[in-house]
Structures are given as structure tokens and as C-alpha cells.
């Protein structure tokens, strides 16, 4: 299993039907910080993004120790 | 009328004047590629982060654009994906200009890709970018990267003068 799809896994088990989108790996919290966007909303068919993770169970931590798991 | 040749292989000195020519030029050519894994869960159109910026010339340019997907990915169970080409003129906001592919479950692609003329009527920057979004009512991540055979996506754009 790749890098990202442990990621996503573990995104799913932290809570479920989460849109986002990925770019690069993830396997540091600066990579967590920096290589997510996180949709908030939608316009029209267009996705509204933030790269700030709006889901307070969904950290770095979590999501980490959730990979770990896999 | 009858035909006239110009016969240039030889003999031929200086440049040939561009008033002569008429339509169809190539102004400008712009290009790039992509290679960064990128997925989504999102059942909204999002960015893939894979863009051409180029500027054209006149208002009555044309755009040409020619972009090459090398490995789009949808896991076996999931839903399709949909993919669009969106423009972004002038650091306004970005729009969706055409849908072009829909990408089946469990599938595999490569080569796959758009040929597109698009007038923007513009001469301010304009920001071509690929967006892609999982199709509704499903589940699970569509990848518009995956590295597994380190295949690279491209896109290039022409402007062709009017």
C-alpha cells in the first residue's frame, strides 16, 4: 500500500466522506500542513478550498498514528 | 487568378515581409508538464495544481491546447472522474470552459487527453489549469496522478494569430 493510500484510509477512518484534495506525499506534519486542501464549500461546480484542515478531529497526529496502523 | 510560385531555395536574401502573409500564424507556444501524485475525494471541480500561464497577443488570438493525461486513476468500487479545463484571465476567478473526460472505475489511462481552440478575447495573463472531481454519489479517491509507471502528463498551448 503507497503513502497515499494509507492517507486516504486512514482520512476515512478518522471520519468519513471528507473531501479533499492531495498533492505530493504525505508522511510529515509540514506535508500534512502544506500539501492538503480542505473543501469548505461549493460554487456553482467549483470546489471552495482552505488549506487549514476545518475538521478538529482530523490532526496530523491522528492522522499519523492512523498510517502507522496500516 | 493564375498560380505564382515563389521559388526560395536560392538566391533568396533579407526577410520576407509578414503584411504578406495572412491567418493561421503560430505567435507564441507555451508548455509544461506534471508528474506530482495528486488525488481528490472532492465531488466539486478542484485544481490539480497542473497549469499553463501564456498572454496573448491581440484580442482575436486563438488559443490551441493540446494537453496529454498519462495516468489517471479510479480504484475498482469507486466512482468516475470527471475532468474540465478551467481559465483563469487576469487573476479573476477561474471558470470552467469545457468538460472533456470521464474517467470509468477501475481503469487505468494513459495517452488520454483534449485538443481545444479557445477564444479568450483577451491580451491580460491567462492561467489554463486542469481541475478534476470525482462524480457524485460515490465514494473513495480518484487519482488525476498516480506515479506508479513514472509516466509524466503534459500540456501545450499555441497562440495562433487571427
Known sequence: ???????????NTLRANTECTVSGDILTEDNFNNN???NTGVDG??????STCPHS???WTAVKEEMDKL | MAQTFLKL?????????SANFSGGKVLQTVGGTFATDTSTSSESFTDSNFNVSITPSAT???LLINF???NGYVNSGNKDMLLALYSEIGGASANNIISFGQIRNDVWTGGGGLSYLYSPSTTSAVVLSIYFRRSTGGSGTVYFHNSNNNATD????????A
Not at chain 2, 531555395?9 to 515581409?17: I, Q
Open chain 1, 45 to 50: 461546480e467549483t470546489a471552495i478550498v482552505t
Open chain 2, 60 to 62: 482575436s488570438s486563438k
Open chain 2, 9 to 17: 531555395d536560392t538566391g533568396v536574401t533579407g526577410t520576407l515581409p
Open chain 1, 1 to 11: 500500500m503507497t503513502n497515499i493510500e494509507k492517507f486516504w484510509k486512514a482520512l
Open chain 1, 36 to 38: 492538503i486542501k480542505w
Open chain 1, 57 to 59: 478531529e482530523i490532526t
Open chain 2, 68 to 70: 496529454s493525461m498519462a
Open chain 2, 154 to 161: 503534459s500540456m501545450t498551448v499555441m497562440e495562433i494569430g
